[in-house]
């Protein structure tokens, strides 16, 4: 018993130091004053695209463990296309978002190693958002990509009027436009957002405006600079269906209006069918399966995404049993060194005790990270 | 004082299998302003809604936040005091009954809330939350007690070691079994489930609605549900009523209300809720605006405001909430021009 006891107070302080030693290294990081431009620059791999994500880690090194919350994530946002990503609560969809922006909380959660390479077009110029200083990020930070939460009631800030809150975005990232501009410019962008009294609602605070409103002037917010990649992390959930319609259609509308790429984070298969052109679906940090919405809808290969379909009661008859998942989601702290999903999965095999299957392309566009599509593919070829 | 007897004959003659009768249900809540706190007027929450529920049987509510579904919930139970109107729970007014009287009947009207977060006790053992109301009303000697409690906990899908921890230990969906558990172990008729789903993730979700259908078939339990997740209320309801700003506005048998829908709400409310299939291009009523101010209701229909069919008649006079056939209870004036 007191051996027992012994080793985990020593397995403690070991991790105690381990972090202590991460949280110094990214304080020296931190702490540089300039970081050439040649550290941070890169080239995509297609030109097309607006964001590559490549083999991104992100941990948080809490006291107990270190939480793999994102462990090798690899995908792509081409230009004035939408992105769904889906997965159930603590799948890392919210974490990708927060490193793409770098506003993890630091220096817990620290991005581990990998690159999100993002295209800048204004300059000409890739860059890896990874290793990109804390200055220029700011630049980038509600600029050129711009982030919408969950939460229109915690996103404002209650003791400002929406007005302030809005021309305090557009003058930071245009500093020497003289404020008269800067407050028309913060109508119009309330107007473009499909509020009808907008110069009222300048004026107002945000306690006396609706759900659905607060996030019309939160959207607006994110779109006040013209943001080349809207990421949306979970932007209707809050809200009615009916207001949710009304959302979705002004997210649509304006993406084609300022030819902007969204990243669109959602738990809500419905509104990623209806949104979205190419479909990331992640379990426990990883992607199991990813491509083209007609692939994620009509053909899904991975056991997970099935059971996710399967579980709506708007795929099946009303007489049926839903299907529920069984099992829950592994410990992100010790996660195996086989499939995660093998303990929930009904249609294991002898391969699954094996290594993490690798995302294994079905198609050119469809990748799957499960043993079963290996004969799949074979399938496809013959 | 007539009226109200024909209606009470009425309910006598089927109260045999039903069990919820809900008559001109209201519930205003004051609006107080100035130093003296006078009663500047009344923001009307539920302004008199009537439905019945059969035995074993599932009636959903939906509707926008703000609508007054949650206010029906609560004030069938006696959680919040009714302004006017009857609920009747097996042949008893729930509103006429005394402190004592409404304290014996408790046990057989049950609620569920939709935050399994904050509705569970972080201080007490699963098993004392199951139990507390157990040992109150005196539901089994206590030499049965702890038996009695692994029962309903395995009926809840609860591993019986569970019943020392704590509700911390527990993830979204467990803690929500151990809120259903807790309704369950009085044995209720009727229990309210106010958004049970909601604050869960989808594949947990339909393992809570899978065990609330089975513990209905098993126990003949009434469910009152309700939710503004159409789907999820269109697979467990038998019934399905549709709120506007504290009104009912339609009223049917599921398949009915689903699938041929006669209020302009209703048809936006069905059309607005996304298609997991992206080849269907939905024509979608979009609806303008927000749902008016419950305080300061529009004059007339009150949907006028957003409703895309709105004819005069609408803005002057209210429509008459009526049976068009088939139990399919509709209050719009445009059913009256067809």
């Known amino acids: 018993m007191q051996e027992k006891e012994l080793t985990t107070k020593q397995r403690l302080r070991s991790i105690k130091k381990f972090n202590a030693r991460k949280y110094r290294e990214l304080k020296r990081l931190r702490r540089r004053r300039s970081v050439p431009v040649s550290e941070y620059t890169t080239q995509m791999a297609d030109p097309n695209n607006l964001l590559e994500i490549d083999d991104l880690h992100t941990y948080f ?91 229109p009631m915690t996103t404002l800030n209650p003791v400002f009027t929406i007005g302030k809150q809005l021309d305090e975005a557009i003058a930071l990232h245009s500093k020497k436009m003289p404020k008269k501009e800067v407050a028309a410019r913060s109508v119009e962008m309330l107007k473009l957002v499909g509020i009808a009294n907008s110069e009222g609602v300048y004026k107002m605070y945000p306690h006396e405006l609706s759900g659905g409103m607060r996030q019309r002037v939160v959207i607006a917010m994110a779109l006040a600079c013209n943001p080349n990649l809207i990421i949306a992390d979970e932007p209707t959930t809050a809200l009615d269906v009916t207001v949710q319609a009304q959302i979705l259609d002004l997210l649509r509308s304006l993406k084609e209006k300022i030819n902007a790429s969204i990243m669109l984070i959602t738990h809500d298969l419905g509104v990623v069918a209806e949104m979205a052109d190419l479909v990331v679906v ?22 997970y995404t099935i059971g996710l379909m399967k579980s709506r009661p708007n795929f099946v008859e009303s007489g049926d049993r839903l299907y529920s998942i069984p099992g829950n989601v592994p410990s992100p702290i010790d996660l195996p060194n086989y499939c995660f999903f093998r303990n929930r999965c009904s249609q294991c095999i002898a391969a699954c005790d094996g290594a993490y299957p690798p995302l294994m392309a079905v198609s050119d566009t469809h990748k799957v990270a499960c043993y079963l599509c290996e004969n799949a593919q074979g399938k496809d070829g013959e | 004082m007539k009226a109200n007897d024909t209606v009470l004959d009425v309910i006598d003659l089927r109260a045999k299998d039903t069990v919820l009768d809900v008559i001109d249900l209201k519930k205003y809540y004051p609006i107080k302003s100035g130093v003296v706190q006078r009663v500047v007027g009344h923001v009307k929450a539920v302004d008199g809604v009537s439905f019945s529920i059969k035995r074993g049987q599932t009636f959903g509510l939906v509707g926008e936040s703000g609508c007054g579904k949650t206010t029906i919930g609560r004030t ?10 009857k609920a009747i729970i097996k042949g008893r007014d729930v509103f ?34 199951i139990g507390e109301a157990v040992k109150e009303h005196n539901i089994v000697p206590r030499a049965e007690y702890r038996d009695y409690i692994l029962k309903v906990m395995h009926d809840c899908e609860l591993r019986p070691y569970y019943i020392d921890r704590y509700p911390h230990e527990f993830s979204g969906g467990q803690r929500q079994c151990i809120c259903i558990a807790r309704a369950l172990a009085l044995n209720p008729d009727i229990i309210v489930a106010d958004e049970p789903v909601s604050a869960l993730d989808v594949s947990i979700q339909a393992q809570i609605i899978n065990m609330m259908r089975d513990l209905q078939e098993k126990r003949q339990i009434t469910y009152l549900f309700i939710s503004h ?45 996304p298609v997991p299939n992206p080849d269907v291009k939905m024509n979608r009523v979009i609806l303008q605006g927000d749902i008016p101010s419950p305080a300061n209701p529009p004059k007339g229909c009150k949907f006028h405001t957003r409703c895309p069919h709105c004819m005069d008649i609408c803005r002057e006079q209210a429509p008459e909430y009526k049976d068009y056939g088939g139990e399919h209870f509709v209050a719009c004036h445009l059913m009256d021009q067809k």
Do not use: W
């Open chain 2, 229 to 273: 997740d159409l789907s999820v209320v269109e697979y467990i309801s038998d019934v399905v009523g549709v709120m506007y700003l504290g009104n009912l506005v339609e009223k049917a048998p599921k398949t009915e209300l689903f699938k041929n829908p006669q209020h302009p709400y209703t048809r936006a409310l069905l059309s607005a809720v």
């Open chain 2, 76 to 85: 069938i139970l006696r959680l919040t005091e009714p302004t006017g109107g």
């Open chain 1, 61 to 151: 090194y809490t006291d107990i463990g270190t939480v793999k919350a994102i462990d090798g994530v690899t995908f792509q946002i081409p230009r004035g296309k939408t992105v769904g990503v889906v997965g159930e609560s603590g799948c890392g969809k919210s974490v990708t978002s927060l490193s793409i922006m770098r506003i993890l909380q630091e220096p817990q959660g620290q991005i581990a190693s990998g690159a999100i390479r993002y295209n800048q077009l204004a300059q000409n110029r890739a860059i890896d958002l990874v290793k990109t200083p804390l200055k220029e990020m700011q630049k980038i930070r509600g600029g050129e990509i711009s982030m919408i939460f969950q939460e």
């Open chain 1, 282 to 303: 992640m379990y426990a940090g990883r992607i199991v399966e990813q491509g083209t919405v007609q692939d994620i809808f009509h053909r899904p290969m991975h056991p």
């Open chain 2, 96 to 129: 006429a009954l005394s402190k004592r009287e409404l304290r014996k009947m408790r046990p057989e009207m049950q609620i569920i809330f939709q935050d399994p977060y904050s509705s569970l006790d972080p201080r007490m053992p699963v098993g004392e939350i």
